[in-house]
């Protein structure tokens, strides 16, 4: 069983704010599965990872972007790093970060079906990663690569999703 960290999972929550009802769903689900309100979750708790991938689709349900919400909240993951325990100083290029995100997967999930990263490809304005998700929507790390670029300052990098959880990163 793998596990992800509460942040992430409050996330979610927070972005569904723009959808009362859903996030009152995702509330009343939570509490059942937690027994506790999501913003009550444990930021550095541990939590398996089937409510993190409940919690994404109850998201793209009730967002008018659909599947692509799921993009939208990995966008918002490094963000969420940073504010809450913060990114080493010497982390400034896209080819630093995809290494560090690399070493955080880890340290934010745990469990038997956590499978770590795998850098197939790593030069400069191109990086090519296997990365599998323990239990939730693989999309999410097309946001998080993107989210990563534009905490670089790169708006026109591109993530794609070349088959069998494994992308190309290009800016």
Not at 5 to 25: E, R, V
Not at 31 to 46: H, I, P, R
Not at 64 to 78: D, F, N, P, Q, W
Not at 117 to 124: G, P
């Amino acid at each position: 069983m793998a596990e992800v960290k509460g942040k992430f999972i409050t996330l979610g929550c927070h972005l569904m704010s723009a959808y009362p009802a859903a996030q009152a769903g995702a509330n009343d689900y939570l509490k059942k599965e937690t027994g506790t309100e999501w913003n009550g979750l444990e930021q550095e708790g541990w939590y398996n990872t089937r409510i993190f991938n409940t919690v994404m689709e109850l998201y793209a349900k009730s967002s008018i972007a659909g599947e692509s919400a799921i993009v939208t909240l990995g966008r918002k993951v490094y963000p969420t790093i940073k504010k809450t325990v913060g990114i080493p100083e010497h982390i400034k290029t896209p080819l630093d970060f995809i290494h560090y995100e690399a070493e955080g997967f880890l340290q934010n999930h745990r469990g038997d079906d956590v499978v770590p990263r795998k850098i197939i490809k790593d030069v400069d304005r191109e990086v090519i990663v296997h990365a599998p998700a323990p239990g939730y929507n693989v999309r999410l790390y097309e946001g998080v690569f993107i989210g990563i670029l534009e905490m670089c300052g790169i708006k026109s990098g591109k993530v794609e999703n070349i088959g069998n959880s494994t992308f190309a990163i290009t800016w």
